[in-house]
């Protein structure tokens, strides 16, 4: 799987935004039988493989905080817990978008990624006068 993202990664020239998912078995709480499933299922071994093949490819690469991901609008950027309105559907308040749950916080998941790597290429350098 890992290999498969980032060869699709490297033929797009794109670049790979995950969620830093550190403390996910201790934050999320889930039915009996969802639980087996999260702790059958290494989160940090595929990410770990992803970043392993990424530099090895020459992909960028970022985590960023998943914080909010599925209550925010992917378009507009707003952030609200009423937007998430099931468990596969985001309407917008702001902006009236409707989209499934998991696009919509794919996307905010790359935006989060590309902003991360446009702050890395900013020249921190002042401007000589």
């Not at 020239?13 to 009996?32: C, D, F, H, M, T």
């Not at 960023?64 to 917008?92: F, H, M, W």
Request: proline share 4%; hydrophobic share 40%.
């Amino acid at each position: 799987m890992a290999k498969t993202i980032v060869t699709e990664a490297e033929r797009t020239s794109a670049g790979i935004a995950l969620e830093e998912l550190k403390g996910i078995r201790q934050r999320v709480r889930l039915r009996k039988p969802q639980r087996v499933a999260l702790r059958s299922w290494s989160f940090a071994q595929l990410g770990e493989f992803i970043v392993y093949k990424a530099k090895w490819a020459g992909v960028p690469l970022a985590f960023v905080d998943p914080a909010y991901t599925s209550q925010t609008c992917a378009e507009c950027g707003q952030v609200d817990k009423r937007n998430r309105v099931d468990q596969g559907l985001v309407i917008c308040r702001g902006c009236g978008v409707v989209a499934h749950a998991d696009r919509n916080a794919s996307h905010e998941i790359a935006q989060r990624g590309e902003s991360v790597w446009n702050a890395g290429r900013e020249s921190r350098v002042p401007a000589t006068p």
